[in-house]
């Protein structure tokens, strides 16, 4: 069975950190295109960030940029994303993705681009 997991989510003060990880099992990460998306009570949920298949190209969210870094361990069949200066507007919960779709080499943050979605985990930032 194909299953992402995901973890490391929990409560943290604005301006701390946090570092997700996706972890796969059934299938290798290995040629998947993998993405983080966000969904905040009562909002749309939003890509946060993607990379490629080898981790050389990533692509972020205007709202996370500079403060976000996504980064994928092949070997380990492991995605993370480590979340600095966090704000209270991060609040939401996490979910990690994996696709095949990808355009010009490069990934979407699309949702309709990833057809495989772990339970998600939930963050909070408040004081």
């Known amino acids: 069975q194909l299953q992402l997991v995901e973890s490391g989510g929990g409560l943290v003060q604005p301006g701390g950190s946090l570092r997700l990880s996706c972890a796969a099992s059934g299938f290798t990460l290995d040629g998947y295109y993998i993405a983080w998306f966000r969904q905040a009570p009562g909002k749309e949920r939003e890509g946060v960030s993607c990379i490629n298949t080898t981790g050389g190209r990533t692509n972020y969210a205007d709202s996370v940029k500079g403060r976000f870094t996504i980064s994928r361990d092949n070997a380990k069949n492991t995605v993370y994303l480590q979340m600095n200066s966090l704000k209270p507007e991060d609040t939401a919960d996490y979910y990690c993705?994996?696709?095949?779709?990808?355009?010009?080499?490069?990934?979407?943050?699309?949702?309709?681009?990833?057809?495989?979605w772990g339970q998600g985990t939930q963050v909070t930032v408040s004081s």
């Open positions: 993705a994996a696709g095949r779709q990808q355009l010009f080499g490069r990934c979407v943050l699309g949702d309709a681009a990833y057809t495989n």
